[in-house]
């Protein structure tokens, strides 16, 4: 999902907690004393010792903390020497100043963090021995937080490869656009890619929107405030909106980037990507329209049915979606409207209703009173009411809802059959969609076979893998036979698919079966077939399964 996506790099901004915790088995009458010792003495190792710059060794010393307490945890505590032995265990053992000055800028230097390794050579261990530290003090020269280094590694960390003398004449090309240096160092942090290549589209519509639409006016003029700001925009950028051409659209709804937090706008574009249409447009459609992002997506309940007629859908057109889709009918909330279309695969139907429409049409419509009342739901919710596990199941039943499933009968039986939590169950449902299976067909195979998502994940992924290259089936079969994902897939699907395969090899079967026919069909009425194709091959069959 959309800003869901991992990131290579791990920022570590520590607050007061987070700084004491990799210090928490220091008794806590100590533990300040022991900081402020470790940092001291870690400051004068490298300063001294290693004849490094005091500021920027004292940057390293203060925010490495648990890089700090890594050493610190392999000496003996006691209060009264504890400095002496510290000082004494940097002076014999020499330390990995890498990971300490990575921790410093921001960085998480643990083996995994492929980003922050790859800057670095192999097998050094010595700040002295990096060439690149040169452009990291260059930069921390320039006024970038020395903290906040690392989001330059957002997504490579090419500056790091940059000449000083380069990116001083880059920062000074940029400021030529109009920028301060406050602008400049949060533009970097955000967009680390205009330090070091051509990004003037880029820069051109952060020009409109901060300079010409006068955004600055609006922001508090430091860093972090306008750091806060670049990382709204870049929102939009990451949606796929081409460079150099949103900048008007920006500045004509600037307001947003001010008024909006960060999770609020990334609340909105993430409900409308759950469309299933280009993000790029969704990115557009939100910028042209601002005041979407003004509207109450929450808890409202609505009538499947009565909104699609609101939204202008022909009656004709209506009544065959019912006929189709009829789990998806019934109410549900407003949040879920996303997956409710697109199990019924109209998402771009109602986005160009939006595009090209007023989308105040997602908040005009109200229900009216009594609509689409499903009485064996309500019978279902009365039962679960008598429950001892009734906020778990609660739980599982707004999951099944965020599917798409409307307030019905298909709603309730899912419910009686799926057996894990919401999250497992969330966890298979991605699984079957990442291996190719369609969201409005996966739908209708949950409505008649909920008992899919009570596999684990590994062994669905097993079933689509053998059904699709050893099978030579197509996924768009499973809409036909949705049992199959039931079946165990060494006990049941592969002896009897790799038989019947065996039959028509030698000339037994002359017929050509239906997958459902070979796997569905009960032991008996299976051994009785074989039996028809040939009387020793169903008695192989049945010695095979002793």
Not at 5 to 10: E, G, I, P
Not at 427 to 454: H, M, T, W
Request: proline letters at 3%; a neutral charge; hydrophobic letters at 40%.
């Amino acid at each position: 999902m959309l800003l869901r996506r991992a990131t290579t790099v791990s920022l570590l901004f520590f607050s007061t907690s987070a700084a004491t915790k990799p210090f928490a088995k220091i008794p806590w009458k100590h533990r300040s004393k022991i900081i402020q010792e470790s940092q001291a003495a870690l400051l004068d190792y490298l300063h001294t010792t290693r004849a490094l710059p005091f500021v920027y060794a004292d940057h390293i010393s203060r925010n490495s903390h648990q890089c700090l307490w890594n050493v610190v945890s392999k000496i003996p505590f006691s209060p009264h020497n504890f400095l002496c032995s510290f000082q004494r265990f940097l002076r014999y053992h020499p330390i990995n100043e890498l990971d300490f000055l990575l921790e410093s800028i921001g960085l998480n230097c643990d083996d995994e963090n492929e980003t922050a390794r790859g800057i670095l050579p192999k097998n050094t261990f010595f700040i002295s021995d990096w060439k690149r530290f040169d452009v990291v003090c260059a930069l921390g020269g320039m006024g970038f937080p020395w903290k906040k280094l690392g989001l330059l590694c957002r997504d490579d960390c090419s500056v790091f490869k940059v000449d000083p003398s380069h990116l001083e004449r880059r920062i000074e090309e940029i400021k030529g656009f109009g920028f301060n240096g406050v602008s400049v160092i949060s533009i970097g942090l955000t967009f680390p890619q205009v330090l070091y290549s051509n990004a003037d589209g880029l820069l051109g519509d952060l020009k409109i929107l901060m300079l010409d639409y006068d955004l600055l006016s609006g922001v508090d003029e430091n860093v972090d405030g306008l750091l806060e700001v670049c990382e709204k925009i870049k929102l939009f950028y990451d949606l796929g909106c081409e460079m150099g051409k949103i900048g008007e659209l920006m500045g004509r709804s600037k307001h947003i980037f001010i008024e909006y937090s960060k999770e609020h706008l990334i609340g909105k574009i993430e409900y409308f990507c759950r469309l299933n249409v280009r993000r790029d447009q969704v990115g557009l459609l939100l910028l042209s329209r601002p005041e979407i992002f003004g509207f109450d997506l929450g808890g409202r309940v609505i009538s499947v049915s009565g909104f699609l007629a609101h939204s202008g859908m022909e009656e004709e057109e209506l009544k065959s979606l019912e006929q189709k889709y009829p789990h998806v009918f019934g109410r549900n909330r407003i949040e879920n409207l996303p997956c409710v279309m697109r199990a019924m695969d109209i998402g771009e139907w109602l986005f160009e209703r939006l595009q090209n429409g007023d989308p105040a049409l997602l908040t005009a419509y109200t229900m009216p009173c009594g609509e689409d009342l499903d009485k064996h739901y309500e019978e279902g919710l009365r039962k679960l009411e008598d429950k001892r596990t009734r906020a778990y199941m609660k739980t599982k039943l707004d999951f099944i809802h965020s599917l798409g499933f409307g307030e019905n009968r298909f709603a309730v039986k899912a419910l009686s059959q799926m057996h894990s939590s919401s999250s497992e169950l969330q966890q298979r449902f991605d699984i079957l969609l990442s291996c190719g299976v369609e969201y409005s067909k996966l739908c209708a195979i949950l409505k008649f076979a909920p008992r899919v998502l009570n596999q684990n994940s590994g062994q669905l992924e097993k079933k689509i893998e053998y059904f699709c290259n050893e099978m030579g089936a197509s996924l768009q079969y499973l809409d036909v036979f949705p049992g199959y994902l039931c079946h165990d897939l060494e006990k049941r699907i592969k002896p009897r698919f790799r038989f019947h395969k065996w039959l028509k090899e030698q000339g037994y079967c002359k017929k050509n079966y239906s997958m459902a026919t070979i796997i569905a069909t009960s032991e008996k009425t299976f051994i009785a077939r074989i039996s028809r194709m040939n009387h020793a091959a169903a008695k192989m069959w049945e010695h095979l399964q002793k």
